[in-house]
């Protein structure tokens, strides 16, 4: 393996685990589900940033634990789902899902570059609304479509967003 | 057992949390019902932030307006916004009853009716999920809002209440793909059923192929799915043609012309007939001045129950052409009006004979009474 590949492979610091503040913890989810809830009434091509999603992708990546990955993801699942119209458990399924393998991901990665970065946002939006559609078919019966280009474009507007997010939402975490 | 699950613990965790949100959907599926207090709980943490938020921009937005523009405007500006829903309103109901063939009846039926009962709420955010047309307002069950009941704006439909809480209420969009409407059209009194689509035009499914449908011809509600009062617009068919199975119908939704900041929930409906002329093709009379002598002493006199209401003016109206025709109506016994007489006719000319070609009068019929 040459220099570059290694520094993908084997995080520069192999188990460094950020921490962050409760208020961070409660304070982030929440001002991106009030995002999600407010903005788009005024600028409705925001509404295709799925920020709490970032937000999971972020924490769960950080703190390199999967039972984190998980329960991040659950309850900032279930709290989106209780702001929306469908049953309580739709949003929360997936977004476990993605909390659970992007924390599996970050203890096999180095996951603070941005290169890395960028492409799991790419690729976890990609696979969180191909699961939604799934589970909405398979377990709601809801005929819904999806559309693999408009999502493959909307991947990659949410990791171009990503990527700055990061950067800022990284002056919050602790180091141990 | 116990070094299975030490092994593999992360896993383990993963298919609880799943397995236990699994359970919760099919509790939520099986039952019909839902989990409120999870949603209780959700939406008033959100709701007074979102408030706070709206609160927040709306007070800058009118700080900088009433900072750059002149002040004074502002509020008159506000003032007479709410003065014309209101009026639009009532003048939607006047005409519809005007319309009807026994004009005299129409009008001592709506000086007994009342206006539906409604409230106002302020739309405060989105839901959450993308491609649902899911909008949340600031009135809940305190106010008396309940679960099913019709969201409108003066200029049409607008969707119907799906969830309530408290302090703030889930409104289902007609542009929603789940929203669906008891529709009828206003020339051929065509029935169908409103869906929305996730965009803004919204299309009349079960129309057959062989049904008369004319494009630019207006959609009002029919009261048939018992939700929203017969009788509100909908919005103007921009597409008609023939499909498959049934005609293909587009509609574009007037209740959304103005924005959508403000609604009204109706609490209490009223149903009301299908006008006979499309909002947007009403005329608007501007009347003459009152006459200077007392020619009013033949015809019924309309008692006034306003200053000059627009039932009045039309009334008056008619009454002088009435007089133009040479005809009272409502009065019995004096046979119809001939309606090839100018309305300004000239004085006849004495001298000048008859012409003996031109056809007599139709016999008298008993025109509908006129009652006062």
Known sequence: MTEFSESFTEPRKKDRVSTFSWAAMIGIPLAAILFQVYVPRFLTFLSYLELPLL????????????????????????????????????????????????????????????????????FFFFFHQFFY???????????????????????????AVAVPLYHILDKLKGTV | MELLLNRFRNLTVLLLAILAQLVLLAYQVKSNGEVRLIRVWAVTAVTPLARAIEAGRSGCAHFLSDYFVLLDVREDNKRMKKDLDRVQMENQYLRTELDTADRARSLAIFQQRSPSKTVAAHIIGNTTTSGAKVVIVDRGSTSGVEKGMAVITPDGIVGKVVDVYPIASFVMLITDPTFAAGVISQRNRVHGTLKGQGHSTVMVDYVQNEEKLDEGEWFYTSGDDRIFPKGLPVGEATVVRAG?????????????????????????????????????NQQVHLLDPPPADGATAAAPVVPQPGPG????????????????????????????????????????????????????????????????
């Open chain 1, 55 to 122: 937000v999971t992708v972020y924490f769960s990546l950080m703190r390199r634990s999967p039972i984190a990955g998980v329960l991040f993801g659950a309850g900032i699942g279930l709290a989106q789902d209780s702001l929306s119209s469908h049953p309580l458990g739709m949003f929360g399924i997936v977004k476990t899902l993605v909390g659970y393998f992007a924390a599996s991901v970050s203890q096999r990665f180095d996951v603070e570059n941005p290169l890395v970065r960028l492409v799991l946002a790419f």
């Open chain 1, 133 to 159: 559609w799934v589970l909405s078919r398979a377990l709601m019966g809801e005929a819904l479509d999806f559309d693999p280009q408009q999502t493959l474009v909307m991947a990659v507007l949410n990791a």
């Open chain 2, 244 to 280: 498959k199975s049934h005609k293909e119908i587009y509609v574009t939704p007037s209740g959304f012309q103005s924005g959508l900041e403000e609604v009204l929930i109706v609490v209490e409906g009223v149903h009301a007939p299908i006008p006979e002329v499309a909002p947007g």
């Open chain 2, 309 to 372: 209401s627009d039932a009045d003016r039309i009334v008056e109206q008619y009454r002088k052409i009435g007089e133009a025709e040479k005809h009272v109506y409502g009065e019995r016994g004096t046979g119809a009006p001939d309606y090839n007489l100018p309305l300004d006719p000239k004085p006849a000319d004495p001298d000048k004979p008859k012409d003996p070609s031109k056809p007599p009068n139709p016999p008298p019929r008993n025109p509908p009474p006129f009652d006062q």
